[in-house]
């Protein structure tokens, strides 16, 4: 996913390049701006945390792009990307160390597993992906 922060910032081209350049196959892409309703059912498993709230206002405050991005181990190649989601933890040259403006507003999200990137492809995309 590319979040609002991103989108506002005009750097939706950016990533994508970053993602063709480090050999993932986009199959599939689509812009949304998710309720809030929506936006807690995605981000359910936070419930509870004292973020919750903030996330869930965050990631329905713009327009997102959400992608499937395929390659050999796919999950832990855009974990490495990505880099950790707190930017003061993020090597030099990972999207979110070029972009990110703080944990929340941290540019680019991806599933932390091959099970939660099936169930968040099907919330985006529907079961037929």
Known sequence: MIKPDAVERHLVGAIIEEIEKNDF??????????TGTAAAQFYRAHQGKPYFESLV?????????????????????????MGPARLELAESGTLRRRYAID?????????DS???ALNEIKFFFGEGK
Do not use: C, F, M
């Open 114 to 116: 091959p099970d939660t």
């Open 103 to 111: 944990v929340q507003k941290n540019s680019v999200h991806g599933a």
């Open 57 to 81: 206002q965050y990631i329905s405050s713009g327009q997102i792009y959400v992608l499937i991005i395929e390659k050999n181990d796919a999950v832990e190649s855009w974990r490495q990307l």
């Open 25 to 34: 196959q986009i199959t599939a892409i689509r812009t949304l701006r998710l």
